[in-house]
């Protein structure tokens, strides 16, 4: 996949409604604060595949309720410290959450997302604890995105 940050910026946000909001471990961000989460992504991250269905659909005429599921594989690269070369991982995740979309000008646009689970491995590992960050065998701690 090509990594144009920007144009990925462009993407997402001509389908967010501009009330979008996306809630991770208990906390909500608005546009403003989850775009720049996405470029970061994208920058640091190979991807090698990825995949997504719709568990379950509701809609009600103006709203519609999926319980989203994406797989993703590919490697990312982390920098701690004052290291010159960046940490490089493998990994492998399965995500679900729930999207809400919204009938604007009569195009479907997302107006919030939910993370609800994942299984993820990092190396063959599940790194992450309870508080959402990303664990290394030295102890070292990066916030996960």
Request: proline share 3%; net charge positive; aromatic share 12%.
């Amino acid at each position: 996949m090509a990594k144009d940050a920007t144009r990925a910026e462009a993407v997402f946000k001509s389908n967010v409604t501009p009330d979008f909001k996306y809630v991770q471990f208990g906390k909500a961000f608005d546009l403003k604060s989850y775009v720049p989460q996405i470029k970061m992504s994208i920058e640091m991250t190979n991807y090698r595949r990825y995949s997504s269905r719709i568990v379950s659909l509701k809609d009600s005429g103006k709203t519609a309720t999926a319980k989203m599921e994406e797989h993703t594989a590919g490697t990312f690269e982390l920098f701690f410290g004052m290291e010159k070369k960046p940490t490089k991982k493998a990994f492998d995740s399965t995500d679900m959450f729930t999207e809400e979309d919204r009938k604007v000008n009569g195009k479907w646009k997302m107006s919030k997302v939910t993370f609800e689970a994942d299984k993820d491995s990092v190396d063959g590992d599940r790194p992450w604890d309870s508080q959402g960050h990303l664990r290394f065998d030295s102890g070292q701690k990066a916030a996960r995105s």
